[in-house]
């Protein structure tokens, strides 16, 4: 346990279904974070955001939309995607840039 | 931030220490060394960082060099439960608070 909880742990959708994954942290972190990790390639940054606001998006396309309604929760909502988004989703939070990130279980995701 | 460099693969025998390396060649002043692993199908675990000296904690030691152009991930008596992808990261602790994942050393502890 990390202190970062994802749900749901596993999600199979069809590409036409809109979904969201959640990440919670009581950590009191500033910062959070949503990784993709695709088989057998290295873990990708897809967005950062800082005291809640977005301060990178890593050329991530737009059927992900993230939200971060306040310093605890980030969401990463899913439409019309397709079989190749099929990956395991990370969330991370941290402190500051000089502190340790914390990373949540992550949520396999399944695209039919 | 800087680029790091770790072999592919990595084989320990249990009990024996396992030694990880990492070069960071380009590291500047402010960038820290980061490690962290992941076992199969688990989010990444924070082991460790540094920024010149080294430093020991319940998990680890990080032997960074003087001119901290590279890094040795030392866990002492390595155990099956070590086993994972473990990766070097160099953060210069920016403004936008990233981690940049390279492909990382998978280790295997043996029996």
């Known amino acids: 346990e990390t202190g970062v909880t994802q749900t749901p742990r596993h999600l199979v959708m069809g590409m036409t279904n809109k979904k969201s994954l959640k990440c919670e942290q009581h950590?009191?972190?500033?910062?959070m974070y949503w990784y993709k990790q695709s088989a057998k390639k290295p873990l990708e940054l897809m967005f950062v955001y800082n005291f809640k606001e977005q301060t990178e998006n890593n050329s991530v396309p737009s059927r992900f939309s993230p939200e971060c309604p306040n310093s605890s929760h980030l969401f990463l909502h899913l439409h019309t995607l397709q079989p190749e988004d099929s990956a395991l989703y990370l969330c991370a939070s941290s402190q500051s840039a000089n502190t340790e990130a914390f990373f949540g279980q992550g949520t396999r995701l399944t695209v039919v | 931030d800087a680029k790091t460099t770790q072999p592919t693969s990595m084989d320990c025998a249990e009990g024996r220490a396992a030694n990880l390396p990492c070069n960071h060649s380009t590291i500047s002043g402010n960038e820290y060394v980061y490690w962290y692993r992941q076992i199969h199908s688990q989010g990444p675990q924070y082991i460790i960082h540094?920024?010149?000296n080294n430093e020991t904690n319940e998990m680890a030691s990080l032997i960074i060099t003087e001119d901290r152009k590279s890094s040795t991930l030392i866990l002492p008596h390595a155990t099956l439960r070590d086993t994972a992808v473990y990766y070097c990261i160099v953060n210069s602790g920016g403004s936008n608070y990233k981690l940049t994942f390279g492909k990382g050393t998978l280790l295997t502890v043996n029996p």
């Open positions: 950590l009191g972190h500033n910062a």
């Open positions: 540094g920024l010149k």
